[in-house]
């Protein structure tokens, strides 16, 4: 039963993803690679949609993934996965609360995780620039030399990065309005032909 | 219709929907709308139960927002309110990204969409480049940290081992790591 095994990998990332929506996303590609055949490029997709449409990354993700593997279901299945898990840790845990109070070895374990959680993250950022920057599919072709690994880049992502990157940074506009700004650009510039 | 407003579950519905309509780019950014309408406006909260519950939401694991729905649900009507508060969050989320996937399906061939695509995309990139700066400032601060991170990007991008076990294995580092710091510094007392 797809959707069970759907809701089992959902429910066991519900479990161990410290920190935050972003640090999922390795995982979620796994998921995507497992129960979709998603791709880098896909996956790229995934990413730059879930920050871009309303509600938290995580959701958004696991939705997408989820409708892409088994339809409404499907997504419906999945984001039950993943905030199962919560449902039943924040309870537990609130009920717990007033009599632990601050535990200082609990403390020091979480911030000795958040290092991973960063660590994960820049791995997402890995697979998307491979996917986005390059002509051909790194995972599936392999390069003779740095030569030719050169001859594959695409410069045109690189420069919309660039200047994405200057309106996130510089004028520090939200991340939707950054979306709508280089999607607007990409579909002209694409559309159109200009590259 | 007024009747079916009042309802408290009802209430706790659509507030939560509403913070999940409005999240967009990451759960942190909505904390001081949420504290406004939670603790000022409908006074559900009191500030320091608020605080401990964002406490709670970012310590677990998970995500941020739902904890946070699921604690409130909670502390307001027990289970049955956390079961409004968290199907509340997600619904946004749910019809608006199954949508875009139907979307996404249909008109992929399109030009224009996978042009503004490719500009999603490279932004996506900037945007995730610009969230691990942000966060890893004030995380990186030893070489611990430093090493752990960078250790954990190698393994997930180099190795095909599985994220589950990345975690797991921080975990466990994390536990004997910050159980050799306690007992040296039980030892300096």
């Known amino acids: ?195 | 219709m007024k009747k079916i407003l009042d309802n408290p579950y009802i209430q706790i519905f659509c507030s939560f929907f509403k913070f999940g309509l409005f999240t967009i780019g990451g759960g942190l950014v909505m904390v001081s709308y949420i504290e406004q309408v939670l603790v000022e406006e409908k006074k559900w909260l009191t500030k320091e139960e608020f605080l401990d519950g964002l406490t709670i939401s970012q310590g677990l694991p998970g995500i941020v927002a739902i904890n946070m729905a699921t604690y409130v649900g909670y502390r307001k009507k027990g289970i049955a309110g956390a079961i409004c508060a968290t199907i509340g969050v997600i619904m946004p989320s749910l019809i608006i990204m199954i949508i875009v996937a139907m979307l996404m399906k249909q008109f992929s061939e399109n030009r224009f969409v996978s042009g503004a695509l490719m500009g999603v995309k490279a932004c996506a990139v900037a945007l995730v480049t610009h969230a691990v700066i942000k966060l890893g400032k004030p995380v990186l601060t030893s070489v611990y940290a430093w090493i752990i991170a960078i250790a954990s990007l190698l393994v997930i991008a180099l190795t095909g081992v599985q994220v589950v076990w990345v975690v797991i294995g921080g975990i466990v580092i994390s536990i004997i790591y910050t159980a050799i710091r306690t007992n040296k510094m039980k030892e300096v007392d």
């Not at chain 1, 717990?96 to 200082?104: M, N, Q, Y």
């Not at chain 1, 374990?109 to 791995?123: K, W, Y």
């Not at chain 1, 030719?148 to 880049?153: A, D, G, R, T």
């Open chain 1, 1 to 195: 039963m797809n959707l069970l095994a759907l809701f089992w990998e959902f429910f066991k990332l519900g479990i161990f993803s410290f920190g935050g929506g972003q640090a999922m996303l390795p995982w979620i590609y796994e998921i995507g690679q497992k129960f979709c055949g998603m791709d880098a490029d896909e996956f790229t997709n995934l990413v730059g949609l879930s920050q871009m449409t309303p509600g938290p990354v995580g959701v958004n993700a696991a939705t997408y993934v989820g409708y892409m593997s088994e339809g409404i279901i499907g997504s419906i299945v999945a984001t039950l996965g993943v905030a199962i898990p919560a449902f039943i840790l924040v309870i537990t845990v609130s009920i717990f609360l007033k009599k632990k109070g601050e535990s200082k070895f609990i403390q020091g374990t979480l911030e000795g995780i958040r290092p991973v959680a960063i660590g994960l993250i820049a791995s997402a950022i890995y697979v998307m620039a491979k996917a986005c920057f390059f002509d051909i599919d790194l995972d599936k072709e392999s390069v003779g030399s740095i030569g030719e690994l050169f001859s594959h880049i695409e410069i045109v992502p690189i420069i919309f990065c660039v200047i994405a990157l200057f309106i996130i940074g510089k004028f520090k506009l939200s991340p939707i309005k950054s979306m709508g700004i280089m999607a607007a650009l990409g579909a002209v510039v694409y559309g159109f032909g200009l590259v």
